[in-house]
């Protein structure tokens, strides 16, 4: 077999398992919003979405999905890429491309469900959906270019997430604009780069916020993940109330779930990144910080991302969407405990936290006097993370699930 054959065979495998990996949370959330919100509501927002939006909107909601997804996948494949896989016999490019593949791969479950979602968006279009089925999948591969690491970053990503929203958006002319701006991406592109990077000398942080600097510099431009995934769950409420026409006494409740789950996703995708990218290494529990100093410090960072979202919710209730401040403070404490569990968590960090999330978010709905049952039951949240901070063994071994740069006990780096 040529290496460029069988290169291709070994990603495709890595891409076919990574989609496996995703496919039970994809359908644990299909089935949630199909039972829980009725089918009706899934089939209106699908028409909204894909039959009746804007093309400038589409595109965005589509390139932000598959950008979630692949942001999932890539540090998957990427992992390793720079060891004995250096050695065959294939370009660098090839390299690139076929690790491509890969993510584009591990993103078809997400790709089937909006697939279905743009045919039942379609039955009430005029148009044909043939359009945005093919954005989609451009959109995914898009998506896939974009978050390989690899050179020049910034115009990858620029050109990467541009070619996401033309793509997505079914219209053929920015179709082919997008189809253009892969291939000049795919031409100035190089090689997947190494983790060994030189290091720049960084100014001393102040005291005070010694640990959220920490966290800001292992999440990077990722940071701006958190708040996009919490502006998704608000766009949808805001369809949902100028599509429907409720009793005045319904808006909080359905403002208090918007305002929850807009929270459960922005803490989910910030706890995982961090349980990803900054795990917790033996030299930062050698330091003189207690358990719950450091569950406190997560905590708060974690919160501070997530309040992020609140001003899309004033408009539409204030009283409600201040109450929603009562489900943040016991969902950040929860974030902050589910990092420390990241070698055990099987679906990753975000997946627990959004499973858990959406059952409290619905508690949190049912009446107004929820915020104070849920302050109430913040310290115990509180203890019970400090419990796991107590107990992790940062030294056992575990299935690796986050990547390893900047990790002390990696031989390899990466």
């Given at each position: 077999?040529?290496?460029?054959?069988?290169?291709?065979?070994?990603?495709?495998?890595?891409?076919?398992?990574?989609?496996?990996?995703?496919?039970?949370?994809?359908?644990?959330?299909l089935?949630?919003?199909?039972?829980?919100?009725?089918?009706?509501?899934?089939?209106?927002?699908?028409?909204?979405?894909?039959?009746?939006?804007?093309?400038?909107?589409?595109?965005?909601?589509?390139?932000?999905?598959?950008l979630?997804?692949?942001?999932?996948?890539?540090?998957?494949?990427?992992?390793?890429?720079?060891?004995?896989?250096?050695?065959?016999?294939?370009?660098?490019?090839?390299?690139r491309?076929?690790?491509?593949?890969?993510?584009?791969?591990?993103?078809?479950?997400?790709?089937?469900?909006?697939?279905l979602?743009?045919?039942?968006?379609?039955?009430?279009?005029?148009?044909?959906?043939?359009?945005?089925?093919?954005?989609?999948?451009?959109?995914?591969?898009?998506?896939a270019?974009?978050?390989?690491?690899s050179?020049?970053?910034?115009?990858?990503?620029?050109?990467?997430?541009?070619?996401a929203?033309?793509?997505?958006?079914?219209?053929?002319?920015?179709m082919?604009?997008?189809?253009?701006?892969?291939?000049?991406?795919?031409?100035?592109?190089?090689?997947?780069?190494?983790?060994?990077?030189?290091?720049?000398?960084r100014?001393?942080?102040?005291?005070?916020?010694?640990?959220?600097?920490?966290?800001?510099?292992?999440?990077?431009?990722?940071?701006?993940?958190?708040?996009?995934?919490a502006?998704?769950?608000?766009?949808?409420?805001?369809?949902?109330?100028?599509?429907?026409?409720?009793?005045?006494?319904a808006v909080?409740?359905?403002v208090?779930?918007?305002?929850?789950?807009?929270?459960?996703?922005?803490?989910?995708?910030?706890?995982?990144?961090?349980?990803?990218?900054r795990?917790?290494?033996?030299?930062?529990?050698?330091?003189?910080?207690?358990?719950?100093?450091?569950?406190?410090?997560?905590a708060?960072?974690?919160?501070?991302?997530?309040?992020?979202?609140?001003?899309?919710?004033?408009?539409?209730?204030?009283?409600?969407?201040?109450?929603?401040?009562a489900?943040?403070?016991p969902?950040?404490v929860?974030?902050?405990?589910?990092?420390?569990?990241?070698?055990?968590?099987?679906?990753?960090?975000?997946w627990?936290?959004?499973?858990?999330?959406?059952?409290?978010?619905?508690?949190?709905?049912?009446?107004?006097?929820?915020?104070?049952?849920?302050?109430?039951?913040?310290?115990?949240?509180?203890?019970?993370?400090?419990?796991?901070?107590?107990?992790?063994?940062?030294?056992?071994?575990?299935e690796?699930?986050?990547?390893?740069?900047?990790?002390?006990?990696?031989?390899?780096?990466?």
């Open positions: 077999m040529k290496p460029s054959a069988a290169f291709l065979r070994f990603h495709s495998r890595v891409g076919i398992r990574l989609a496996f990996r995703l496919l039970a949370p994809v359908l644990a959330g089935f949630a919003f199909y039972y829980l919100l009725k089918p009706e509501f899934l089939l209106l927002l699908a028409g909204q979405v894909f039959g009746r939006s804007a093309p400038a909107a589409q595109g965005f909601i589509v390139a932000v999905a598959v979630l997804a692949a942001r999932t996948a890539a540090p998957r494949v990427s992992f390793g890429l720079g060891g004995w896989l250096r050695h065959l016999p294939v370009s660098a490019k090839l390299e491309r076929t690790a491509s593949l890969a993510v584009f791969i591990g993103q078809s479950p997400l790709v089937l469900t909006m697939a979602l743009i045919l039942a968006g379609g039955m009430n279009a005029s148009g044909s959906p043939l359009f945005d089925l093919t954005g989609l999948v451009l959109a995914a591969y898009a998506a270019m974009a978050l390989l690491p050179s020049p970053r910034a115009a990858r990503l620029v050109l990467g997430f541009a070619a929203a033309f793509a997505g958006s079914g219209q053929p002319v920015l082919a604009i997008a189809a253009l701006l892969l291939l000049v991406l795919d031409r100035i592109s190089g090689g997947i780069e190494s983790a060994h990077r030189r290091l720049k000398r100014k001393p942080a102040p005291p005070a916020l010694f640990w959220a600097v920490i966290d800001l510099r292992a999440l990077g431009p990722t940071v701006f993940l958190g708040p996009a995934a502006a998704v769950p608000a766009v949808l409420l805001r369809f949902f109330l100028r599509n429907n026409d409720l009793p005045a006494s909080p409740a359905a208090r779930f918007g305002i929850a789950m807009s929270f459960v996703a922005g803490l989910a995708v910030t706890a995982g990144l961090l349980a990803a990218r795990p917790p290494w033996p030299w930062s529990r050698s330091l003189g910080r207690t358990s719950r100093r450091a569950i406190a410090a997560d708060l960072f974690l919160a501070a991302i997530g309040i992020l979202a609140l001003p899309a919710f004033l408009p539409l209730h204030p009283e409600a969407a201040l109450s929603g401040l489900f943040l403070i969902a950040a929860l974030a902050a405990g589910a990092v420390r569990t990241a070698g055990e968590a099987r679906f990753g960090v975000a627990s936290i959004v499973l858990q999330g959406a059952v409290a978010a619905m508690a949190f709905a049912l009446a107004t006097w929820t915020p104070v049952a849920f302050l109430a039951f913040s310290p115990a949240v509180f203890l019970d993370a400090v419990r796991r901070e107590r107990r992790l063994k940062v030294t056992r071994w575990t690796i699930r986050h990547s390893a740069g900047g990790d002390s006990l990696s031989w390899s780096g990466r």
